[in-house]
Nanobody
Protein backbone atom coordinates (compact mmCIF):
# COMPACT_ATOMS: atom_id res chain seq x y z
CA UNK A 1 0.00 0.00 0.00
CA UNK A 2 1.36 3.39 -0.99
CA UNK A 3 1.55 6.07 1.70
CA UNK A 4 1.70 9.77 0.82
CA UNK A 5 3.47 12.58 2.68
CA UNK A 6 3.15 16.21 1.59
CA UNK A 7 5.67 18.95 2.29
CA UNK A 8 6.59 22.43 1.10
CA UNK A 9 3.70 24.48 2.39
CA UNK A 10 4.16 27.78 4.14
CA UNK A 11 3.39 31.48 4.23
CA UNK A 12 4.05 33.54 1.11
CA UNK A 13 3.06 36.97 -0.13
CA UNK A 14 0.70 37.40 -3.07
CA UNK A 15 2.59 37.00 -6.32
CA UNK A 16 5.08 34.64 -4.77
CA UNK A 17 5.81 30.98 -5.42
CA UNK A 18 5.89 27.69 -3.55
CA UNK A 19 6.65 24.14 -4.58
CA UNK A 20 4.78 21.35 -2.86
CA UNK A 21 6.08 17.80 -2.80
CA UNK A 22 4.21 14.55 -2.35
CA UNK A 23 6.54 11.70 -1.42
CA UNK A 24 5.22 8.17 -1.75
CA UNK A 25 6.37 4.95 -0.21
CA UNK A 26 6.12 1.65 -2.06
CA UNK A 27 7.58 0.21 -5.23
CA UNK A 28 4.52 0.55 -7.47
CA UNK A 29 4.19 4.33 -7.44
CA UNK A 30 4.35 4.49 -11.23
CA UNK A 31 1.04 2.60 -11.35
CA UNK A 32 -0.76 5.46 -9.63
CA UNK A 33 -2.47 8.53 -10.99
CA UNK A 34 -1.74 11.35 -8.55
CA UNK A 35 -3.66 14.54 -7.87
CA UNK A 36 -3.58 17.61 -5.69
CA UNK A 37 -6.70 18.84 -3.94
CA UNK A 38 -7.15 21.77 -1.60
CA UNK A 39 -9.56 22.73 1.14
CA UNK A 40 -10.07 26.26 2.39
CA UNK A 41 -11.77 26.93 5.75
CA UNK A 42 -15.49 26.38 5.51
CA UNK A 43 -15.30 25.06 1.95
CA UNK A 44 -15.42 21.71 0.25
CA UNK A 45 -12.21 19.99 -0.79
CA UNK A 46 -11.65 20.82 -4.44
CA UNK A 47 -9.58 19.45 -7.28
CA UNK A 48 -6.45 21.39 -8.25
CA UNK A 49 -4.36 19.28 -10.62
CA UNK A 50 -3.65 15.69 -11.61
CA UNK A 51 -1.00 13.79 -13.51
CA UNK A 52 -1.05 10.48 -15.34
CA UNK A 53 1.14 7.57 -14.37
CA UNK A 54 3.97 8.64 -16.67
CA UNK A 55 3.46 12.38 -16.17
CA UNK A 56 2.66 13.07 -19.81
CA UNK A 57 -1.03 13.80 -19.34
CA UNK A 58 -2.13 16.48 -16.88
CA UNK A 59 -5.35 18.20 -15.89
CA UNK A 60 -5.89 21.48 -14.05
CA UNK A 61 -8.72 23.31 -12.39
CA UNK A 62 -9.48 26.46 -14.37
CA UNK A 63 -8.42 28.97 -11.72
CA UNK A 64 -4.87 27.57 -11.53
CA UNK A 65 -4.21 27.04 -15.23
CA UNK A 66 -1.11 28.94 -16.29
CA UNK A 67 0.00 29.44 -12.69
CA UNK A 68 0.40 25.91 -11.30
CA UNK A 69 2.34 23.01 -12.79
CA UNK A 70 2.10 19.41 -11.67
CA UNK A 71 4.97 17.05 -12.41
CA UNK A 72 6.34 13.77 -11.16
CA UNK A 73 9.60 11.90 -10.83
CA UNK A 74 8.81 8.20 -10.58
CA UNK A 75 12.45 7.37 -9.87
CA UNK A 76 12.10 9.44 -6.69
CA UNK A 77 8.49 8.40 -5.99
CA UNK A 78 7.57 12.08 -5.81
CA UNK A 79 4.96 14.36 -7.34
CA UNK A 80 5.39 18.12 -7.30
CA UNK A 81 3.07 21.09 -7.53
CA UNK A 82 4.85 24.25 -8.59
CA UNK A 83 2.66 27.21 -7.67
CA UNK A 84 3.48 30.62 -9.13
CA UNK A 85 1.70 33.98 -9.03
CA UNK A 86 -0.05 32.93 -5.84
CA UNK A 87 -3.19 34.74 -4.77
CA UNK A 88 -4.84 35.05 -1.34
CA UNK A 89 -7.66 32.84 -2.63
CA UNK A 90 -5.13 30.00 -3.04
CA UNK A 91 -4.90 29.81 0.74
CA UNK A 92 -5.90 26.30 1.81
CA UNK A 93 -4.66 22.98 3.07
CA UNK A 94 -3.28 21.12 0.06
CA UNK A 95 -3.68 17.35 -0.11
CA UNK A 96 -1.97 14.79 -2.31
CA UNK A 97 -4.15 11.89 -3.46
CA UNK A 98 -3.49 8.76 -5.49
CA UNK A 99 -5.26 5.83 -7.09
CA UNK A 100 -4.37 3.03 -9.46
CA UNK A 101 -5.82 4.07 -12.80
CA UNK A 102 -5.16 4.11 -16.52
CA UNK A 103 -6.67 7.58 -16.94
CA UNK A 104 -6.45 10.89 -15.12
CA UNK A 105 -9.47 11.51 -12.91
CA UNK A 106 -10.50 14.70 -11.15
CA UNK A 107 -13.22 13.75 -8.70
CA UNK A 108 -12.45 13.53 -5.02
CA UNK A 109 -14.41 10.29 -4.57
CA UNK A 110 -12.22 8.57 -7.18
CA UNK A 111 -9.14 8.67 -4.96
CA UNK A 112 -8.61 6.16 -2.20
CA UNK A 113 -5.17 7.20 -0.90
CA UNK A 114 -4.60 10.56 0.79
CA UNK A 115 -1.80 12.40 2.53
CA UNK A 116 -2.18 14.42 5.72
CA UNK A 117 -2.08 17.80 3.98
CA UNK A 118 0.17 20.83 4.05
CA UNK A 119 -0.94 24.39 4.78
CA UNK A 120 -0.45 27.11 2.18
CA UNK A 121 -1.17 30.67 3.26
CA UNK A 122 -0.97 33.58 0.82
CA UNK A 123 -1.01 37.04 2.34
CA UNK A 124 -2.23 40.11 0.47
Amino acid sequence: QVQLVESGGGLVQAGGSLRLSCAASGRTFSSYVVAWFRQAPGKEREFVAATSRNGISTNYEDSVKGRFTISRDNAKNTVYLQMNSLKPEDTAVYYCAARISLVVVTTRASYNLWGQGTQVTVSS
